[in-house]
């Protein structure tokens, strides 16, 4: 039986009605651009993220530049962040013209180390990016006690409802940052029938000139106070993501539900570790992703057997050519390095059957016990 890593078909089957019912509302009123639906489902994800602001924009990569730019972020300035994320954490940095520096990882959670990143402070440091890898938040508030004058860009393109509790409360991806970014990329478990993103803040300040700068720097129509970009959020794609917002805690309950399946199923493989999981998180569970010895092997045995996996990500930011510039070298961070060629990721989409997961969990398990 084969195995994709993700089917969105499977997922529009339920929700079909739902979805054209609402892009064909867009359609009649023949507005597109901005407007009444992304306004609807701004105020949906503030709900969602309990925050007081949320600003869409056109994909997770401009959310990120947008926060930088609207915290001053440029030339002259470092942006400590970690190497071992997908390449718009790093790359927004670069483009607003300031200097990603990177500090490794917990080898648990994969997540940006707390302790690294206060290492990694120089007198002109003037953000911190945190990565809600996988589908479980960063550790925020470490983040901030360990670096208390950085303002915080929570990148949670991968997290979109998981929590943690902070003391005596849970507190949602995006809602204790400066600024947290959202990515509704279709592969998210919130995701689009295209590019989206959006940006979450508790601060009026930033929120009016989030608004500004995502239509060319001007809060009126052909006035401009700043150069700006054109990232607006398709109403289309606020018409679909508002029909799916609905289902999105049962599609991460049911992530959940499938990681538990294959936590049961690999306990007894002493080559596989599992995705540990922060006893303060609730993950998403946007990858489901395995620590392996001979990884490449194993990629190749599951793809021989039709089973979907991927490798996120498999050369840290750090050594990617692009930014060979920065003088980093191999050694420089053995976490984010070793995870780099150990992680592989499963189909973990809420929709699998359980015929399904038994295959894939065969699969894995007849790697491991040739």
């Known amino acids: 039986m084969a195995v994709p890593l993700l089917d969105l078909r ?34 949906s994800v503030a709900r969602l993220s309990n925050t ?15 926060a930088l730019r609207a915290l001053d972020v ?5 942006v400590i962040t970690t190497p071992f994320t997908f390449f718009a954490t790093a790359g927004a940095i670069h483009n607003v013209g300031a ?7 917990d080898a648990d959670t994969f997540n940006l180390s707390p302790q690294a990143a206060a290492s990694a402070l120089t007198a002109r440091s003037k953000a911190v990016i945190p990565v809600d890898l996988f589908g479980q938040m960063a550790p925020i508030d470490a983040v901030a006690a360990a670096l208390p004058a950085l303002p915080i860009i929570e990148d949670a ?34 995701g689009g029938y295209g590019d989206g993103g959006m940006m979450v803040t508790q601060r009026d300040d930033l929120a009016e000139r989030l608004r500004r700068l995502r239509v060319h720097g001007g809060s ?9 970009y054109n990232s607006r959020l398709d109403a289309l794609q606020a018409a679909v993501l508002a029909a799916k917002l609905p289902h999105l805690e049962d599609w991460s309950a049911a992530r959940r539900r499938n990681a538990a399946y294959y936590n049961d199923a690999f306990a007894d493989l002493a080559d596989v570790r599992p995705p540990v999981i922060d006893e303060r998180n609730e993950s998403i569970y946007n990858q489901y992703t395995l620590r392996v010895p001979r990884r490449d092997a194993l990629l190749e045995h599951l793809k021989a057997r039709q089973i979907g996996a991927a490798i996120y990500y498999p050369l840290p930011l750090h050594l990617q050519p692009c930014f060979s510039y920065l003088g ?43």
């Not at 869409?56 to 530049?65: F, H, S, V």
């Not at 440029?74 to 470092?78: A, C, I, K, S």
């Not at 393109?157 to 400066?178: H, S, Y």
């Open 99 to 105: 200097t990603p520096v990177f500090a490794d990882i």
């Open 157 to 190: 393109a991968q997290a979109i409802g998981a929590r943690r509790r902070i003391g005596d409360a849970w507190v949602r991806a995006g809602e204790n940052a400066t600024i947290g970014t959202f990515s509704f990329f279709p592969s998210k478990n919130l």
């Open 74 to 78: 440029g030339r002259g300035d470092e």
């Open 220 to 228: 009126r129509t052909y006035f401009h106070e700043e150069v700006g």
């Open 328 to 370: 980093y070298a191999e050694g420089a961070f053995p976490m984010a390095e070793a995870a780099a060629k150990q992680v592989i990721s499963l189909p973990v989409f809420p929709e699998l059957t359980t015929a399904q997961l038994d295959e894939v969990v065969e699969s894995v398990r007849s790697f491991f016990q040739q």
């Open 52 to 66: 007081k602001h949320a600003i869409g924009c056109a994909n997770g990569t401009d959310a990120i530049l947008l």
């Open 10 to 43: 499977a997922q529009h089957e339920g929700i079909r009605d739902e979805v054209v019912a609402a892009m064909l509302a867009v359609v009649e009123r023949q507005g597109f651009i901005l407007g009444d639906p992304v306004a609807a489902l701004e105020e």
